[in-house]
């Protein structure tokens, strides 16, 4: 993970935290929305992230007091990125479609960007899916059935 991540993550870290021992979970429900007019976007920390992040834990139960740092983060790590390794991508060829998984309402999957999530809605074009960490996403039928896999 890069450094200036690590900060963000860090600094989202402290700010639930001190949101759960100061029991200001209510007034962090309660917002619609959050806005930092002061965020001058230099360091990366931004409250109303911080804010709507773990808005969404709590809204998950994802989020206890005195949770490590550690444990915070992999809340929002898949994989340790640090590890990936880049391949270049093939020549493109004509042939078989990609293979596809076809998920049912409640199936839960893996998403290669963002993670966990559980379909809540299927239509012919598309999935509803509540992700783990960024909550509820619609993403293309095509897109899920071929990049998703089955948890």
Not at 36 to 42: K, L, P, R, T, V
Request: with cysteine.
């Amino acid at each position: 993970m890069s450094f200036v991540a690590y900060q963000v993550l860090f600094y989202t870290w402290i700010y639930a935290m001190a949101v759960l021992e100061n029991n200001l979970q209510r007034v962090l429900l309660d917002a619609d929305a959050f806005s930092d007019i002061e965020f001058a976007g230099s360091d990366g920390n931004c409250q109303a992230r911080a804010c709507a992040i773990t808005k969404s834990l709590l809204t998950q139960s994802r989020l206890k007091k005195n949770m490590t740092f550690e444990e915070f983060s992999r809340l929002f790590l898949v994989s340790d990125l640090d590890e990936v390794k880049l391949t270049p991508k093939k020549d493109f060829h004509v042939g078989p479609n990609p293979k596809k998984t076809v998920f049912s309402v409640g199936d839960w999957l893996m998403h290669p960007a963002i993670g966990q999530g559980q379909v809540m809605k299927k239509t012919p074009r598309d999935y509803t899916i509540m992700f783990r960490v960024s909550g509820p996403r619609t993403l293309r039928k095509d897109v899920v059935e071929t990049k998703c896999s089955r948890l």
